[in-house]
Every structure is written in structure tokens, then in C-alpha cells.
């Protein structure tokens, strides 16, 4: 059974940094994209950024909302993806989702998802 | 202007049809594949339909899901009270490199 759980929410103030991580099982991690998202709160749903496996580069794509400010890594040997955040905002106050990405021709398909984990920012 | 757009609300009875519509902005976006995810109050999003028409395993059969040119609509048929959410469209965009979702319908079940 796949699974993905986040962690490393909280309450931050504006201007500090935190890092995220999610936890795969259940699944060959480093054959997967793996997709960061978030939901502000009352809100739709937000791409945030991706990392191609690293036997595909392990290349990553941030959403122009938060580039510079958010990078993204993993661990293949422990399947884990982290979201590292930066120079947060108010703005960034969200429940961040993790979710594996399954190719499907030349779809792109976030298919699995974590129950996400809250971050708020906030002085 | 959006790249996809959906109504903000829908609702129908129990048992009944109902569909949510997802436009499009321009015809060269979801020509990899419209994505539908089911988001149920305090949970997290679930995917309903890839690839325009494509059941996951385990979504049951009254979901279902098109797409024609740049219009394309999730049917929930047999409508029941625990499919009352948020219900989202999705798809890759090329240019950004990243996906895109619609704004989200939230289905009542009066």
C-alpha cells in the first residue's frame, strides 16, 4: 500500500525557515517524481514544486510563486522528499501535501497523496 | 484568465446525475491528460480520474470523466451524501513545467 506522511509543520514567524519532509512506503521511490503542493487555508490547491528521480537527474522545478525561496531535495536510500522553505511569508500559511507522480504516456498524474502537514506563518 | 476554470458550486439530490464542467484557456493546455482529485471535508485530495477518462483502482464506476477540445467534465451518477466536497481539475502545463489546477466546485447533496 503506497503511503506518503508528511511532517515538520508548525508555527514559524515571518522571515525564519523550515523544512518538511515526506516519509514514502509502499513503492519504489526512486523510480518516482515526486510533487510538493499546498492549500492556503479556505483555498484551492497550489502546485508548489517538483524532483525528477534521481536516476532521471533528480532536476527540480519550483512554481514562480515561491522560487528563490523554496528548494526541494530527496533521500532515495531512505525515500524521503524534503521541502525546504525560506523567507517565509504570511502569504505561505498552507497545508503542504506531498504526492507521487506516475507517468502515464505523457501524462503527469500527482497520484498518491499525504495527508499534509500545516504550516503557518505568523508573528 | 485562468487556465482552467469550473464552476464554484454544483449540488443535486441523492441518486441523481450531476456534472462538473472544466474549461480549458487555451487548446494547447491538458493536451497531456485532465486529472479530476475529490477533496472530502478535513481530508486530503484524492484523484478520481487521470488522463481525461482513466479510473484509478478502487474509484468506484459512478465517476466518470471526458474531454472534448478544450471543454472536459467529471459525471458523478447515483449521487450520495458522502461525495459531498470539493472537487478540483488538473493538468500539466508545458510552459510553466509544473501543474495547474482549476479554482474547485464544491458539490452539495441536498
Same mark, same amino acid.
Given at each position: 500500500?503506497?503511503?506518503?506522511?508528511?511532517?515538520?509543520?508548525?508555527?514559524?514567524?515571518?522571515?525564519?525557515?523550515?523544512?518538511?519532509?515526506?516519509?514514502?512506503?509502499?513503492?519504489?521511490? #526512486?523510480?518516482?517524481?515526486? =510533487?510538493?503542493?499546498?492549500?492556503?487555508?479556505?483555498?484551492?490547491?497550489?502546485?508548489?514544486?517538483?524532483?525528477?528521480?534521481?536516476?532521471?537527474?533528480? =532536476?527540480?522545478?519550483?512554481?514562480?510563486?515561491?522560487?528563490?525561496?523554496?528548494? /526541494?531535495?530527496?533521500?532515495?536510500?531512505?525515500?524521503?522528499?524534503?521541502?525546504?522553505?525560506?523567507?517565509?511569508?504570511?502569504?505561505?500559511? #498552507?497545508?503542504?501535501?506531498?504526492?507521487?507522480?506516475?507517468?502515464?504516456?505523457?501524462?503527469?498524474?500527482?497520484?498518491?497523496?499525504?495527508?499534509?502537514?500545516?504550516?503557518?506563518?505568523?508573528? | 484568465?485562468?487556465?482552467?476554470?469550473?464552476?464554484?458550486? #454544483?449540488?443535486? #439530490?441523492?441518486?441523481?446525475?450531476?456534472? /462538473?464542467?472544466?474549461?480549458?484557456?487555451?487548446?494547447?493546455?491538458?493536451?497531456?491528460?485532465?486529472?479530476?482529485?475529490?477533496?472530502?471535508?478535513?481530508?486530503?485530495?484524492?484523484?478520481?480520474?487521470?488522463?481525461?477518462?482513466?479510473?484509478?483502482?478502487?474509484?468506484?464506476?459512478?465517476f466518470s470523466g471526458s474531454k472534448s477540445g478544450t471543454s472536459a467534465s467529471l459525471a458523478i451518477s447515483g449521487l450520495q451524501s458522502e461525495d459531498e466536497g470539493d472537487y478540483y481539475c488538473a493538468t500539466w502545463h508545458?510552459?510553466?513545467?509544473?501543474?495547474?489546477?482549476?479554482?474547485? =466546485?464544491?458539490?452539495?447533496?441536498?
Amino acid at each position: 500500500e503506497v503511503q506518503l506522511v508528511e511532517s515538520g509543520g508548525g508555527l514559524v514567524q515571518p522571515g525564519r525557515s523550515l523544512r518538511l519532509s515526506c516519509v514514502a512506503s509502499g513503492f519504489t521511490f #526512486a523510480d518516482h517524481a515526486m =510533487t510538493w503542493l499546498r492549500q492556503a487555508p479556505g483555498k484551492g490547491l497550489e502546485w508548489v514544486g517538483f524532483i525528477k528521480g534521481n536516476a532521471y537527474g533528480g =532536476t527540480t522545478e519550483i512554481a514562480a510563486s515561491v522560487k528563490g525561496r523554496f528548494t /526541494i531535495s530527496r533521500d532515495d536510500s531512505k525515500s524521503i522528499a524534503y521541502l525546504q522553505m525560506s523567507s517565509l511569508k504570511t502569504e505561505d500559511t #498552507a497545508v503542504y501535501y506531498c504526492s507521487r507522480v506516475r507517468d502515464v504516456l505523457a501524462n503527469h498524474v500527482p497520484d498518491y497523496w499525504g495527508q499534509g502537514t500545516l504550516v503557518t506563518v505568523s508573528s | 484568465q485562468s487556465v482552467l476554470t469550473q464552476p464554484p458550486s #454544483a449540488s443535486g #439530490a441523492p441518486g441523481q446525475r450531476v456534472t /462538473i464542467s472544466c474549461s480549458v484557456g487555451t487548446s494547447n493546455i491538458g493536451s497531456k491528460g485532465l486529472n479530476w482529485y475529490q477533496q472530502l471535508p478535513g481530508m486530503a485530495p484524492k484523484l478520481l480520474i487521470y488522463s481525461n477518462d482513466q479510473r484509478p483502482s478502487g474509484v468506484p464506476d459512478r465517476f466518470s470523466g471526458s474531454k472534448s477540445g478544450t471543454s472536459a467534465s467529471l459525471a458523478i451518477s447515483g449521487l450520495q451524501s458522502e461525495d459531498e466536497g470539493d472537487y478540483y481539475c488538473a493538468t500539466w502545463h508545458d510552459t510553466l513545467y509544473g501543474w495547474v489546477f482549476g479554482g474547485g =466546485t464544491k458539490l452539495t447533496v441536498l
